[in-house]
C-alpha cells in the first residue's frame, strides 16, 4: 500500500536532548495505593500486574485507555508481540522518547511486565524514523530490547502495526505508561504525573519535564520560563492540539502531550478553494475532503454519505497541505460528527 | 498575555494559492521573453492589454458579485498571460481583449470566481475568439518580423506546419528550428524547448502533477506514432504533431490548470488519455488546424463525473481497507 502524507520539519531539538527534568506537585507525587510492597517481582501473576495497573490509575497517553483494561481486554492468543510506542510523529514532540531514553530501566521494566500479562516474549521499541536533524543518535536496542524504526509520512501513529507483518498482531502501549506501571510494581506509586513536551519560539527553556497531573499551563510555562508574550499556546502536537486562551483555567490531564507557546504574526489570508487536489493526495484515508469541506459549507449533508468522512482519522493532513488555508479538517470532523449522530439516530427508530 | 484562538494545525505548509499561481507567472514570463524576442515589443504589448483587462475585469466582477477583491489572488493573471500567447502575434486587440473580458466574465466569474469555474477561462476565451476570428486566429507572422504596435499588420502572413498537417502535405520546417521556436506559429506556443523546461520547472516546483502533462501529451504522441497523417516515418510525425500548433502548450500550461482538472492521480491520468486522443481526433477531424483546446473544453465538463466514479471506487476500496 502507497504509504500517503506529508514531510515534517521535526524540530525536537533541543528539548529531545536535554534531561528529563521534574516539576511535581510534592503533595501528591508520592501517593501510594494500599497494599504490601511487591518483595520479589518475578512471582508476581498476570492478575496481580493487572491489579497492580488498576490500583494505580494508569492511563495509556496514547488513546487515553485505562492500562488494566486494555491489558484485560486482550484476547488471549491475538497478539505476539507488545511494542512500547515512542514514535513522537508530531513537531516538537519528544514526550515519549526523551523518557525512553532517560528512564530506560523503568520503561523496559514496564515493556517486560507487559509481556509477562499478556504471556508474550516478544517485545519491541517503536521510534520514528523521519528524525534527521538530532544531536543524538537513537540507539538500536534499549537494554537488549529491539528498536524498530518506523518509516512513512506523517501521521505514522496509525501505521504503526503495519510495520509489524511478521508478527500476527501487537499490543501498542505507550512509554509513559509503561514507566508508570514499574513504578507502581516496585514502589506501589500511583501515576499522579505525565511527561509533556514544552517547546515553541517563546519558551525560554525548551525540554521534556515530568509533571503533576493538575497544574495549570501557567504554571508549566512560568516554570520553562518564557522569553516573549505568546500569541499561540497549544496543548497538544501542532497538528493536533488544541489552542488555548486562558492558561490558568486549562490543566494538565493524563493524555496531554505537550505545551507549545509561540509568537508570530500571521497575516490575515483570505482565499476560497481553488481545487487544487492536495488535500485529496494526502489525505491517509483516502477521503476527499475537499469534498466534504464544500458540502459542509454548502450544508448539504445527506450527500456525505459517499464521502465517508467518519473514516477520518484527525490527522489535520489535509488542512496543512491547503494552500487556501482553509479549516478542512475542522469541515471534516464536523461532517464526521454529523454522520456518526446520523447513524446513531437511525439505530434508535 | 493575550492568545488567539485558532484551529488545528496550528502549523502550515509554507507554500498557499498565491505561490501556486506565482509559479505558473513566473514561467509564462519567461515565455514573453521568448516573444519578444522574436516578434518584438508588440508581444509584451498584447501581454500588458491582455492582462490589465483580465485583472480588472476580474476585480469588477468580484466587487459586483459583493465579495471583497483579494490583491493576493492571481489567477486572473495567469489567464491573461496565457491568452496571447495562443494567439499570433500582432492580432489585433479587439481579438485579445473579447478574449479576456470572455474568459474572465462569462468563463470564470458567472460561475462563482476562482475555485468555482467549471472551464478553463483560457481556453474558453481562445475559443471564443477562434469562432469570432477563425481568419485571423491561424495566420501567425513570421519569427523577426518586428510588428509595428496599434496598427494593422502590413508584413506577410503565413499559415504554420498544423496548416500543412492537416491537409496531410509535409511541413518544410527544420526539426531544430522548430525546437527553437524559430516557425511561424501561435505567439508562445512554438519555443518546444522552453516550454519544455517551464515543464520540469513547474513539475519539481509540485505546482503541476506530472500525471496530467505527460498522460496527455504521451497519448497525442502514441496516436501521432501509429497513424501518422503524413507519409513520414512514424517518429517525424510525432516530432512535427507535437511541435506545431499549440498541443504541448495546452499540455504544459492549459491542462495542468488545478481548478477544472480531476484531483486524484488515477483519474487525471485517464482524463489526461481521455483529452489527449480527443485533441489529435479534432486535429485531424475537426475544422480548425489546431484545435487540441477545444478537446481541453471539452474534457473539462467532464472532470466532475470523473471524480466522482473514482470516489465511487475509493468508496469501495476503502470498504476492503477496513475489512481486511
Known amino acids: 500500500m502507497i504509504s500517503k502524507g506529508i514531510i515534517l520539519e521535526q524540530y525536537k531539538e533541543p528539548a529531545l536532548s536535554r534531561d528529563l527534568r521534574q516539576f511535581t506537585n510534592a503533595a501528591t507525587v508520592d501517593s501510594t495505593f494500599n497494599g504490601p510492597l511487591v518483595e520479589d517481582v518475578q512471582s508476581l501473576t498476570g492478575e496481580d500486574i493487572i491489579e497492580i495497573a488498576r490500583k494505580a490509575e494508569i492511563v495509556d497517553e496514547r488513546d487515553g485507555v485505562l492500562l488494566y483494561e486494555k491489558l484485560r481486554t486482550v484476547k488471549k492468543g491475538s497478539i505476539t508481540a507488545v511494542v512500547a510506542d515512542a514514535i513522537d510523529d508530531e513537531p516538537y514532540i519528544s514526550s515519549q522518547l526523551n523518557p525512553l531514553l532517560q528512564l530506560k530501566e523503568d520503561a523496559i521494566g514496564g515493556l517486560k511486565l507487559a509481556a509477562k500479562v499478556l504471556g508474550v516474549s516478544s517485545t519491541y521499541v517503536a521510534v520514528y524514523k523521519n528524525l534527521i536533524d538530532l544531536e543524538m543518535k537513537i540507539p538500536t536496542s534499549v537494554l537488549n530490547v529491539p528498536v524498530k524504526r518506523i518509516r512513512g509520512k506523517y501521521p505514522v501513529e496509525f501505521r504503526i502495526a503495519e510495520s509489524f507483518n511478521k508478527e500476527k498482531g501487537v499490543l501498542l502501549i505507550g512509554v509513559c505508561a509503561l514507566i508508570h506501571l514499574c513504578r507502581a510494581v516496585r514502589e506501589n506509586r500511583i501515576a499522579t504525573t505525565c511527561f509533556i513536551t514544552v517547546a515553541g519560539n517563546c519558551v525560554g527553556n525548551p525540554a521534556n519535564i515530568e509533571v503533576s497531573i493538575g497544574m495549570t499551563v501557567t504554571q508549566i510555562l512560568e516554570h520553562c520560563g518564557l522569553i516573549d508574550d505568546p500569541t499561540r499556546v497549544l496543548v497538544g502536537g501542532p497538528m493536533t492540539g488544541i489552542a488555548v486562551k486562558n492558561t490558568d483555567q486549562t490543566i494538565i490531564t493524563t493524555t496531554t502531550r505537550a505545551i507549545l507557546a509561540y509568537k508570530d504574526d500571521e497575516k490575515e489570508f483570505h482565499y476560497s478553494c481553488v481545487g487544487c487536489g492536495k488535500c485529496v493526495q494526502v489525505c491517509p484515508e483516502m477521503l476527499t475532503p475537499y469534498m466534504i469541506y464544500h458540502l459542509t459549507e454548502k450544508k448539504q449533508m445527506f450527500r456525505l454519505s459517499l464521502y465517508d468522512p467518519q473514516q477520518c482519522i484527525g490527522c489535520g493532513t489535509c488542512s496543512y497541505v491547503c494552500p487556501s488555508r482553509l479549516d478542512v479538517s475542522g469541515a471534516v470532523k464536523r461532517a464526521k460528527q454529523y454522520v456518526r449522530a446520523e447513524r446513531q439516530g437511525g439505530a434508535d427508530r | ?324
Not at chain 2, 497523417?229 to 492549459?254: C, N, T
Request: charged content about 10%; proline content about 5%.
Open chain 2, 1 to 324: 498575555m493575550k492568545l488567539k484562538a485558532s484551529y488545528a494545525p496550528h502549523i502550515r505548509y509554507s507554500e498557499n494559492a498565491q505561490t501556486l499561481m506565482d509559479d505558473t507567472v513566473i514561467v509564462l514570463a519567461v515565455l514573453y521573453v521568448m516573444a519578444f524576442f522574436y516578434y518584438g515589443v508588440v508581444a509584451l504589448h498584447a501581454g500588458l492589454v491582455s492582462i490589465l483587462t483580465c485583472y480588472l475585469a476580474d476585480c469588477i466582477c468580484t466587487k459586483l458579485r459583493g465579495q471583497k477583491i483579494n490583491f493576493r489572488d492571481h489567477s486572473a493573471i495567469v489567464t491573461g498571460m496565457i491568452l496571447p500567447l495562443l494567439m499570433p502575434a500582432g492580432i489585433h486587440m479587439v481579438a485579445i481583449i473579447s478574449a479576456g473580458l470572455f474568459a474572465i466574465v462569462i468563463a470564470k466569474q458567472v460561475f462563482g470566481g476562482v475555485g468555482q469555474n467549471i472551464f478553463n477561462p483560457a481556453a474558453a476565451g481562445f475559443a471564443f475568439t477562434a469562432l469570432c476570428f477563425p481568419g485571423q486566429m491561424f495566420s501567425y507572422p513570421m519569427p523577426f518580423d518586428r510588428l509595428p504596435i496599434l496598427t494593422e499588420t502590413a508584413s506577410k502572413l503565413v499559415r504554420g506546419p498544423a496548416y500543412a498537417l492537416k491537409f496531410g502535405s509535409i511541413p518544410t520546417n527544420d526539426l531544430v528550428d522548430m525546437l527553437l521556436g524559430n516557425f511561424a506559429g501561435p505567439m508562445g506556443a512554438t519555443n518546444i524547448l522552453v516550454i519544455l523546461a517551464c515543464l520540469l520547472f513547474l513539475i519539481f516546483r509540485k505546482t503541476v502533477r506530472w500525471q496530467l502533462p505527460v498522460s496527455f501529451l504521451g497519448t497525442a504522441a502514441l496516436y501521432a506514432f501509429f497513424f501518422p497523417r503524413i507519409s513520414l516515418s512514424p517518429l517525424q510525425s510525432v516530432a512535427y504533431e507535437l511541435m506545431s500548433g499549440m498541443v504541448l502548450f495546452v499540455g504544459v500550461f492549459v491542462i495542468t490548470d488545478p481548478v477544472t482538472s480531476p484531483k486524484r492521480d488515477s483519474s487525471k491520468l485517464l482524463y489526461g488519455i481521455v483529452a489527449g486522443l480527443m485533441a489529435m481526433l479534432f486535429r485531424q477531424y475537426g475544422g480548425f488546424e489546431d484545435s487540441s483546446i477545444f478537446a481541453v473544453l471539452l474534457m473539462n465538463a467532464f472532470a466532475p463525473l470523473i471524480d466522482l466514479i473514482s470516489e465511487y471506487i475509493h468508496k469501495a476500496v476503502r470498504k476492503g481497507g477496513r475489512a481486511v
